[in-house]
Structures are given as structure tokens and as C-alpha cells.
């Protein structure tokens, strides 16, 4: 019977213990497996930061008491708004397709205009 050797897969150092073993210790095992995720959290992450951006950029739009406000595609640009992030769209019974991040939402209108509204609490 040969005896096999094990070692960590984070650092590479020999292990003891349990036959199944795959780590040294808690940290290493931690550090393996954060590098496993490190590239889906971080663009989970980026895109949850621009979504949370788009949404600050509409409710910023929108004055104090009021529920929708237009503003041209130029003044979104320039505030950093992504047209390419957003959570989900509604249709209307006209047909008009609704862009919203999270509760805050954007129609396109003609000549490069949009329609900023605040969505209704369900």
C-alpha cells in the first residue's frame, strides 16, 4: 500500500488529517475559493453598479413632488447614464415600451427626448 501525498490547493503545502482533505486551513480554502469567483462576482458587481447609477440618474431628473420629467439623451449621457442597463421593460396598452431600473423608468420619445417617470408602488 502506497501512501499518497496531499497537498493544499491554494498554497501547495502538505495536509494532514482527514483523507479528504483539499485545504491546509480555513484561509486557504477562503482564498481558493474567492479566486474561483472573482471574475462573476466582479461583473455582477460592475453591473449592479450601473444599474444603481441609472436609477439615481432618472430619480435626480425627476423634481420633488412630481412623478415624470423629460430629458434629453445629451443631459442623460452626461450625467453617466447607460442605455444599455436596465432591469426590465413594461408595455403599455399603447404599445409603448417602458425602459425601467428598478422603480425609475425612461420612454423614448421623438428628437433624441425622454420621458423620466417614477413607477407606481404595486
Known amino acids: 500500500m502506497s501512501i499518497e501525498k496531499r497537498t493544499c490547493l491554494n498554497c501547495g503545502e502538505p495536509i494532514r488529517g482527514r483523507v479528504d482533505k483539499k485545504f491546509c486551513d480555513d484561509s486557504c480554502r477562503n482564498n481558493y475559493n474567492n479566486q474561483q469567483?472573482?471574475?462573476?462576482?466582479?461583473?455582477?458587481?460592475?453591473?449592479?453598479?450601473?444599474?444603481?447609477?441609472?436609477?439615481?440618474?432618472?430619480?435626480?431628473?425627476?423634481?420633488?413632488?412630481e412623478d415624470l420629467a423629460k430629458s434629453s439623451k445629451d443631459k442623460l449621457m452626461r450625467a453617466g447614464f447607460n442605455f444599455k442597463y436596465f432591469t426590465h421593460i413594461y408595455t403599455n396598452k399603447k404599445g409603448n415600451q417602458y425602459h425601467y431600473c428598478y422603480d425609475f423608468?425612461?420612454?423614448?420619445?421623438e428628437n433624441d427626448w425622454f420621458l423620466i417617470v417614477k413607477g407606481k408602488e404595486q
Not at 41 to 51: D, E, G, K, V, W
Request: cysteine-free; hydrophobic content about 45%; charged content about 20%.
Open 37 to 65: 469567483n472573482a471574475i462573476s462576482t466582479n461583473l455582477i458587481r460592475n453591473i449592479n453598479n450601473a444599474l444603481k447609477r441609472n436609477r439615481n440618474i432618472l430619480e435626480s431628473l425627476i423634481p420633488a413632488g
Open 105 to 109: 423608468g425612461f420612454l423614448e420619445l
